[in-house]
């Protein structure tokens, strides 16, 4: 099972890649939670709405996953995001046409092959720094 949930949660990055929220019902049932820095998102309407917010501001957003391991019940993925912020949101205010570069891990929790469960981190503070919304240390 650890090679099949590997793959789900590898293939979840699609959602973003191919810029379709859409895909995230293909991928989680209906009670899911997304445990983000920013708080938590449960169900499909609050993670079209993240998405959708995210790729509103980088447009051009793509996803490399570097790596994935398994065990049990649960898979890590370690990834990389690239984008330009080209569109304005709450958070990060007016497009700034700057190119940014984001690294992350989430962990997947799975129940009858099903991601239930995912924490995430990144690191938000290079994020800001990377638009000129943070001073550089």
Known sequence: MSEENKEKARRTW???????????EEFYPPDFVWHEPEGDIRGYEQARQFVSSFLGAFPD???TVDDVIGEGDKVVSRYTI???HQ?????????????VELRG?????????NIVEEWE?????????QLGLAPEQ
């Open 14 to 24: 699609e959602i973003v890649n191919q810029h379709n929220p859409d895909l995230i």
């Open 61 to 63: 957003l793509n996803i």
């Open 82 to 84: 690239r984008g330009t």
């Open 87 to 99: 569109g304005e949101t709450e958070d990060l205010g007016p497009p700034t046409g700057k190119q």
């Open 105 to 113: 891990i989430i962990i997947h929790r799975f129940e009858d092959g």
């Open 121 to 129: 981190v990144y690191d938000n503070l290079s994020l800001l720094q």
